[in-house]
């Protein structure tokens, strides 16, 4: 357009003005052209609209910022106006229009946008492509907007129908297990109760029960992961122990053996891990779905270095595939099984894969399938190398011995739960470590205690909260006083969900440790130990 706009002479502005609108008009999403200052030069129809449905005026919209125009919420409420106030430097539809009248360019760069109708404060999810245009010989942007917020709504609904699918697909197998795993804690509980009545060594049938109740656990807490979608929360994770964790969760009980081919040292994601596991599970369903009568499916991770060829990003990523030797998919279907509600199985909703594509688009990543009928199906995962953070080691844990008690007294500890038997149990463990226990049932007990023992100079090396006190205080709220009293606090917070916002974002609520319900006992000494020496 550049070009033949260049051989265009002695036209003034508002010439071309009538020249561009009638070759922006036909592009069916929002475009306007700002000029050099900033402001609003020349819109499309698709802009006209969007603006009229909002409720604002755009008939006279020459001169004007792209804030005041479109309603956006700080220009409305800022004295300064659009693009002088403190938001519009987090702006990325500023920050790209600014790039463009600079001569970058950008494409289907995400961005939110908040603003103002007739009903009230709304939010947008867009992408958007900016890019430079010479008129006159000065630089213009050009500026196009794809509203996805109805998209994002459809794939948030896909994510919560294709988690009943795959559930329904699991639930043999976790039933399966979750009654072996009380079985065998049963049967090792009554076992030591006929012993001790003998005086016979009950300490095998105890440490079984504690492996087993710990596995029956790590079964729960794949459930809560499983069941977590919406927008990433994305943290650094250990790749390896998820990918093992999810795949070996979804084979429970089947007739399906699984060959892990994973290499040492990958680089360090930064993902969803409940979205991730979704992902892996979807994919390993779909390859027992695909061998009902059993066998082996290969689980393969590797770091890959992407060139450029029109379908990467170049970059570091990690590929993680999942092969199966199962019935393949036909060469017709395959284009089409990313699409929502697309299944050729009969009692399925045609969610998983489209749902599993969406999530790995959302991480930046890339999710492929090679398969031919009758040979199985390989289906391959792209996610982004972080450009810096730290992954946890695979093996990294905490202590996983006790120390010995002795006669020294240690450091004094604060411990609240509102169930008296858990924080009785948690008092006697940790006293058996040299640990002085203070232990109360809510947070206001629990901040009485705290000002008490600091006014006497006996302050607390540590507190240990549960998270949510039914009817009472819980460690979110006590937090905030006990950071008052004393703002170096040392406090753990604990909690049973692992979709908990406190336990996910724990130091920003100002708890320097977190602990997912239940946990071993080696875990709670580890991490207490970290957070009284500073080291967390």
Known sequence: MTAAMEKVTGLNYLEYQSLLKPLIDVIPLITFILAPDGRFYLMNRAAYEAIIESGNEPYDYHGKSGGEVFGCIHAHDDPLGCTFGPACNDCELFVLALSALKGKTA????????????????????????????????????????????????????????????????????????????????ANIQLALLKLDKGADIKKHLLDSVEMIYNTSNLAKQLLTFSSGGAPVKTFTSITNLIKDNVNFVLQGSKIKCRFIIAPNLRPVEIDPGQISQ??????????????????INVIAKNVDLNSDGNYRPGRYVMIAIQDYGRGIPKENLPKIFDPFFTTKPEGTGLGLATSYSIIKKHDGYLEVDSHEGAGSLFTIYLPAALNGRTPSDNEDYPCGFPAGDTVKGPRVLVMDDEEILRNLVGEILSGFSYRITAVKDGHEAIKAYRLAKERGAPYAAVIMDDLIPGSMGGQEAIIYLRAIDPDVKAIV?????KNRLLKHYRKYGFRGALLKPYRFDELYGLLHKVIDDNC
Do not use: W
């Open 107 to 186: 494409a289907k760069a995400p961005c939110k946008f908040y603003y103002q109708d007739r009903s009230g404060t709304k939010t947008l999810s867009l992408l958007i492509s900016a890019g430079p245009l010479t008129i006159l010989g000065e630089t213009y942007a050009v500026v196009v907007i794809e509203d996805v917020s109805e998209k994002e709504k459809l794939e948030a609904e896909l994510l919560k129908k294709m988690k009943l699918e795959a559930l329904g697909t699991l639930a043999g197998g976790i039933a399966h297990d979750f009654n072996n795993s009380l079985m065998a804690i049963l």
């Open 279 to 296: 992902v892996i599970n979807n994919l390993v369903i779909n390859a027992m779905q695909a061998m009902p009568d059993g066998g082996f």
């Open 494 to 498: 604990a909690g049973d969900s692992a």
